[in-house]
């Protein structure tokens, strides 16, 4: 079966403009989170969806938004890039809904999208 | 608050043990995680360990939790070139859903 699929894998942007990233997770899988991963940071929780609604979300600006859709794909969006926003980031679903069940909900990542702001 | 901490490098001859050490702060924590990271590469899941438990062996890998002195292990016997990567150990805290703490990662580097 499939993993999860991160689109694009590489882009190169300048400050200031926008970015959109997509994230397909594993068939059957309705969790999907967002992290942020940088040599400085590293890696670090933006935020969790299920079933279309964000459950939780880190300690990021306004500028990073995301989505769930019907199909349970993802997007995250940073706005008004900066320098700082160069990073990669990974996307991971799982199977059962965030805060439910007893079991240890693993989280399957995908390769994740590398990021360059210039 | 929520830290979870790691040395940063490791060097290890092919086939000697490897240890890779982890501590983290949140008494709360349900699950602790061992993720490697190899080049160019997402995360990949090798093991976890409910608090509860004290030990774990799945294979190679062997975690040992101290849930007193909060620290975690991983053990890889034999290790081998493959294992080269950088490992990562995160703790769930109890109410966090999918919100994992991350340490800064292990670079383990098995010479030949």
């Known amino acids: 079966k499939a993993g999860v699929t991160q689109t694009p894998r590489y882009l190169i942007k300048t400050r200031g403009q926008q970015v959109t990233l997509s994230c397909s997770p594993i068939?059957?899988?309705?969790?999907v989170s967002w992290y942020q991963q940088t040599p400085g940071q590293g890696l670090q929780f933006l935020f969790e969806?299920?079933?279309?609604?964000?459950?939780n979300k880190g300690n990021f600006p306004g500028r990073f938004s995301g989505r769930q859709f019907s199909n349970s794909r993802s997007e995250m969006n940073v706005s008004t890039l900066e320098l700082g926003d160069s990073a990669l980031y990974l996307c991971a679903s799982s199977l059962v809904p965030p805060g439910q069940g007893t079991g240890a909900n693993v989280l399957t990542f995908g390769a994740g999208s590398r990021l360059t702001v210039l | 608050g929520e830290d979870v901490e790691q040395s940063l490098f490791l060097s290890v001859r092919e086939g000697d043990s490897s240890v890779i050490n982890c501590t983290y702060t949140?008494?709360?924590?349900?699950?602790l995680y061992w993720y490697k990271q190899e080049p160019g590469a997402g995360l990949q899941l090798l093991t976890y360990i409910f608090s509860n438990m004290d030990m774990k062996q799945d294979q190679r890998l062997t975690v040992l939790l101290n849930k007193k002195d909060k620290h975690l292990s991983l053990r890889i016997a034999d290790t081998q070139t493959g294992d080269s990567a950088i490992y990562f150990c995160?703790?769930?805290?109890?109410?966090?859903?999918?919100?994992?703490?991350f340490g800064s990662g292990t670079r383990l580097l098995v010479r030949p």
């Open positions: 969806y299920f079933s279309e609604t964000q459950r």
């Open positions: 068939s059957g899988h309705r969790s």
């Open positions: 949140d008494s709360s924590s349900t699950y």
């Open positions: 995160a703790e769930r805290p109890m109410d966090s859903s999918y919100k994992l703490i």
